[in-house]
C-alpha cells in the first residue's frame, strides 16, 4: 500500500496544475485569433485596394475615350454629311448664299464653332463663332471669297436671321488651296485631322480641324471642307472629372506633347500677340505627377509610340506608391493620343489604415481582457475542484462522516452533493438497501418522463431549427431568381446563377431530412403532386451532382431515352430528393472511374430511374442495412459525410410512390441502385408552364396595383421587393403587425403579404383584425411563413389567409398567386434563345486537325472529355479562348447538335 501511494505521489509531482491547463491553451487559441484576424484583416484590405484601384482607373479611362471620340465625332459628322450630300447632288456649292445659310444654322445651333469649304478654284466660304475683343458680344461671322473677288476675302458680320449686317474687314489675299489643312484633305484623299493644334484666328482657343475631300461624278476633287474643334472641351471634362481623392487625368499625343489636363490650367503656351501656339512637352509640364509619370512611361516603354495597348502599372513619386492606366484615344481618321490616369494609393488606404489599427487595438484589449478572465475563471473552477479532491480523499480513507460543501458553479455543487449521497449510502448500504432500490425506481420513472419530454423538445427544436434555417435560405434563393431576370447576364454567369439556385434548392431539401424522418415514423408524411417539365428537371438535377463529380475527378455519363414526356405530375421536391441522395451516394462510394445516371420510360406510365457506379461496392450482407435510420456501412472515413438518414427516407418515399428501391452490388466492383414509379402524364404542360417555356414577365396591363408587405426580416421584404418593383407594383414595407394594420388603414392596398411570427403584433391577431375591420375585411391577405406544416398552412386559412406563400419564395408560384388574386394579365417578352450563345463573329478557330478531335468526341458523346481537351487546346494559346470557351460553355449544357454544328462550321468540306 505505501508503494502505491508513493507511485501516486511521483505521478502526482509529474501532473500538471489544472489552472495552467485551462490558461495556457485559451490564452494561446486567443493570441493565434489575434493575430489571424489583423493578418487577415491587413491583407484584405491590401487586396480591395488593388481591386477597387484597377477598377475605377478602367472605368475612367473608358469613360475618358468614349467622352473624347465623342467630342470629335460631331464635326467629322458634319463635313462627312456636307461631302456625301454634294456628290450626290443634294447640295449646290456653286449657291453662295444657301451655302452661307446652311452654315450659319449649324453654328447658330452650335452643332459646330468653325465650319469653311475651300474650292479648286480658289473660291472659299467660311462660318464660324466669333466675339468683340474686349469680350462684350458673341457673333457669328461669314468670310466670303468669291470669283469675282479672288483673292481678296471679305469677313461679314451675320444678325440672327443669317443675314450680312456689316463689312468687319477685307483681307487682301486668301487662298484656301495651299492651307494646310486643304493639301492635307488632297493628299489623303480621305477624311482627315489635319493639323497639329493651333491658335484659332477669330477666338484664340486651342484649335485642331478635319478636312473632307469632295469630288465630283468623275473622282475629281472640287473642294474640301473642314471644320473645326475647340481643345478647351476637352479641357474642361477633365478638370470636372473627379479621380479618387487625388487623382489626376491628363491626355498627350504620341510626340509626348499635352492635349488636355484636370490639373493644369493652360496645357498650351500661348502669345495671343502673335497668335501663336506651343505645345508643352509632358515630362517637363509644371505638374510633378505629370513630368513624373511622362518619365517612368518612356523609361518603361522607350517610346510613346511603343504604348499601342491599355497598361496598368504603378512607381513611387515622393515615397508614395502611384497606381498609373494608360490607355489609347484612336479613330480612322489621324487622331492617336494616351490618355493617362494617376491615382496616389493613399487615396484608397488612408480609411483602411485607421481601421486596421482600430482592428489592431481592438484585438490587442480583447486579448489583454480574455486573459485576465482566464486567469479568475481558472481559479475559481480550481479551488472548488482542490477541495472535492482533498474531501474525496477524506472518504476514500474511512471518513464517511465528511461533508462537502458546495459553491455557485452547478456542476460543482452537483458533484458535491454526490460525494454527500456517496457518502450516507455507504455508511446505510445494509439498512438502506430497500429505500435505495425505491429511489432508484422513481429516479428510472422520471428519467422515463425527462425522455418523453426530451423527444418533445427535439420536434419543438427541429421545427424551429428548420424555420430558423428557411430565412436565410429565402434570400439566397430569392435572390438568385432575381438576378436570373437580369437581362445584363451573360449565358455563363445566368448558368452559374442556375447552379446556385438548384444547390440551394438541394439544401433545402436536406435540411427537411430530419424533420421528414420523423413525420415517416408516425406516418404523417404526405406527397404533394405537382406539374413538372421532366427534362428541366432532370438537367437541374445533372447540373448538381455534376460539379461534386468533377471535383473528384469522375466521369458523369447521363442517359435517358428519347420518349420521356415532357410533363408528368408527381411529388417534384420528393423525387429529387431521391434522384440526388442516389447520385451523391455513388460519387461518394467511387474513387475513380464513372458514375452513370439513366432515366427511361419501363411502360406507358411507368419511370424507371438507374444509377450504376464503379465505386466499392456494398458486402451482402449489409445490403439490408442500408436502408434502415442512422445506419452506415462500409469504411469508417466515409461514413462521417453523412447522417445515416437518407436512403431510409429516400426508400419511403419510393414506397409511397408505389414502387422500391432495389440495389445490386460487388464489392470491390460498384453498385447498382434502381426503381420503378408510375406518374400521371400532364397533356396541358404548355399551357400551365408558359412562364418556364422561354416567356419572361417584364409588368402587367391595366392600373398599377399597390402590395403590402409585412415582414420582421428586412431580407425576406427585400426578396418580395426586388422581384415585385422592376414589374410596376407599389410597394409598401412594415415590419410588423401592427404597422402593417396601420399602413393598410391608411393606404387601402389592393393585396397584403404577410409573416406570421412576428413581435409587437403577430401575423394571426393582424389578420384577425383585418377581418373584423368593415374597411378592410376584403382585402386580400396572402400568408408566407417559413413554418410549411400542413397544419401551418391549414391554420393560416382558418384564421382568415386567402393563401398560403411558403418560405423560401418561388417566383413562379408568387406571380401566380398575384394572378390568381388580383385578376392580373401579365406582360411578357420573348425568351432569351440558344443560338444567341454560339453567335461568334470573326473568332481565331485552332487547326483543322484539333477541331476534327473535337468532332469525334462530341459524335461519341465524351462530354467530359471533350470539355478538358478544349480546355487544353486553350491553353496551349490564348487567341483560341474566346472559341474554346463557347465549346466548353455548350458542353456544360449537353448540347452536342449545336458543337457539332458549330465545328462543321469551320471545317472545309
Sequence with gaps: MNGTMIKSSVKSA????????????????????????????????????????????????????LQVLAYLEKPYTIGQTIAIASEEEQIDLTETKKLERTFWRLVSKDMIQFIQIGFADGTSISVEESVNSDGSENYIMAAIVDKESIPRRRIYKLNDQGERTSLIETQPKFDPRVRPWYIAAQKAGKPT??????????????????????????SVLVAVANNSFWISKIHRFLRNLKVGQTGQTFIIDRAGNLIASSTIEQPFIIDYQKKELQQIPAVKA????????????????????????????????????????????????????????????????????????????????????????????????????????????????????????????????????????MAIQ??????????????????????????????????????????????????????AQILNRSKGLQEKERHGINIIYQCGSHLLTLINDVLELSKIEARKLELQENTIHLPSFLQ??????????????????????????????????????????????????????????????????????????????????????????????????????????????SQRIVQMMGGEIQVKSELGKGSIFSFRIGVKLAEEWVKQKTVQQGQNIIGYEGERKEILIVDDKWENRSVIVNLLEPLGFRLTEAENGQIGLEKARENHPDLVITDLAMPVMDGFEMLSQIRADDTLKGLI????????????????????????LEKPVHSEELFRLLGKHLQIKWSYEEGRKEEEVVTLGDLVVPPEEDLRLLLDLALAGLIKKLGDTAGQIGQRDVRYLPFVQQIQLLAKGFKTEKIEALLRRYLPN
Design 193 to 218: 485631322w489635319a493639323s497639329k493644334p493651333f491658335l484659332g484666328r477669330s477666338q484664340p482657343f486651342p484649335t485642331i480641324t478635319i478636312s473632307h475631300p469632295i469630288y465630283d461624278k468623275n
Design 540 to 649: 437541374g438535377v445533372v447540373e448538381i451532382c455534376r460539379v461534386r463529380a468533377d471535383q473528384k475527378g469522375l466521369e458523369f455519363i447521363y442517359e435517358s431515352e428519347t420518349d420521356l414526356p415532357e410533363g408528368i405530375e408527381t411529388d417534384e421536391k420528393r423525387l429529387r430528393q431521391v434522384i440526388i441522395n442516389l447520385l451523391s451516394n455513388a460519387i461518394k462510394f467511387t474513387d475513380k472511374g464513372q458514375v452513370i445516371f439513366r432515366v427511361g420510360m419501363e411502360r406507358a406510365a411507368e419511370i424507371k430511374v438507374e444509377v450504376e457506379d464503379t465505386g466499392v461496392g456494398i458486402a451482402e450482407g449489409e445490403r439490408e442495412r442500408i436502408f434502415q435510420a442512422f445506419e452506415q456501412v462500409g469504411e469508417k472515413k466515409r461514413q462521417s459525410e453523412g447522417t445515416g438518414l437518407g436512403l431510409a427516407i
Design 14 to 65: 509529474k501532473a500538471l496544475p489544472l489552472q495552467l491547463v485551462l490558461v495556457v491553451p485559451f490564452v494561446i487559441q486567443i493570441f493565434a485569433a489575434v493575430g489571424l484576424t489583423g493578418y487577415l484583416s491587413l491583407r484584405n484590405g491590401q487586396k480591395a485596394v488593388n481591386d477597387v484601384s484597377s477598377q475605377l482607373r478602367q472605368e475612367i479611362s473608358d469613360r475618358i475615350t
Design 426 to 479: 455507504l455508511k446505510t448500504s445494509f439498512t438502506g438497501l430497500e429505500i435505495r432500490v425505491s429511489e432508484r425506481t422513481e429516479e428510472l420513472q422520471r428519467a422515463k418522463e425527462e425522455a418523453d419530454s426530451a423527444n418533445q423538445a427535439k420536434s419543438e427544436f427541429l421545427a424551429n431549427m428548420s424555420h430558423e434555417l428557411r430565412t436565410p435560405l429565402n434570400g439566397i434563393l430569392g435572390y
Design 781 to 804: 391577405v396572402i400568408v408566407s411563413s417559413a413554418s410549411v406544416g400542413q397544419e401551418d398552412r391549414q391554420k393560416s386559412l382558418e384564421e382568415g389567409g386567402d393563401d398560403f
Design 286 to 421: 509644371d505638374s510633378l505627377v505629370i513630368s513624373g509619370t511622362s518619365k517612368v512611361l518612356l523609361e518603361r516603354f522607350g517610346s510613346f509610340n511603343e504604348i499601342t495597348q491599355s497598361q496598368q502599372l504603378e512607381f513611387t513619386l515622393n515615397n508614395q506608391r502611384q497606381l498609373v492606366q494608360v490607355s489609347n484615344i484612336r479613330d480612322e481618321y489621324g487622331i492617336d493620343w494616351l490618355s493617362i490616369i494617376v491615382v496616389p494609393e493613399s487615396d484608397f488606404m488612408a480609411q483602411i489604415d485607421d481601421n486596421t489599427r482600430t482592428t489592431i487595438f481592438l484585438c490587442l484589449g480583447a486579448l489583454i481582457v480574455a486573459t485576465i478572465l482566464g486567469l479568475y475563471t481558472a481559479k475559481w473552477i480550481a479551488l472548488p475542484i482542490l477541495k472535492l479532491q482533498q474531501a474525496s480523499e477524506a472518504i476514500a480513507s474511512g471518513e464517511l462522516d465528511r461533508k462537502v460543501e458546495g459553491n455557485d458553479i452547478k456542476e460543482i455543487a452537483g458533484l458535491a452533493r454526490a460525494f454527500n449521497q
